[in-house]
């Protein structure tokens, strides 16, 4: 079974940063990409950043373009979201989603974790 494990949330003061991780473990697993998305209280979840492993192309939105960036680790299936500048707009739960080989979709998704920035 495939797990996808997110940390490095909490709380932090505006213009601080936070560090996320997400780590895929099971032994077939494998993907084509692994992407960072947010759920903020009453509102839908959205995307935020992904990042193929086929070329290694990243995409963000643009509420968090040039503030956030995600990369991967050299081996496995690990990313990384360093969030640089926060806002009190950032605040979510931010979850960590895989899109395994032969699915069109996002398909493994985290159990998130929450950011809180404080004004």
């Known amino acids: 079974q495939v797990r996808l494990q997110e940390s490095g949330g909490g709380l932090v003061q505006a213009g601080g940063s936070l560090r996320l991780s997400c780590s895929a473990s099971g032994r077939t697993f494998s993907a084509v990409a692994m992407g960072w998305f947010r759920q903020a209280p009453g509102k839908e979840r959205e995307f935020v950043a992904s990042?193929?492993?086929?070329?290694?192309?990243?995409y963000y939105s643009d509420a968090v373009k040039d503030r956030f960036t995600i990369s991967r680790a050299l081996h496995g299936y690990t990313v990384y979201l360093q969030m640089n500048s926060l806002k009190p707009e950032d605040t979510a739960v931010y979850y960590c989603?895989?899109?395994?080989?032969?699915?069109?979709?996002?398909?493994?998704w985290g159990q998130g974790t929450q950011v809180t920035v404080t004004s």
């Open positions: 990042k193929r492993w086929s070329g290694a192309s990243t």
């Open positions: 989603a895989a899109q395994q080989t032969g699915a069109n979709a996002y398909n493994i």
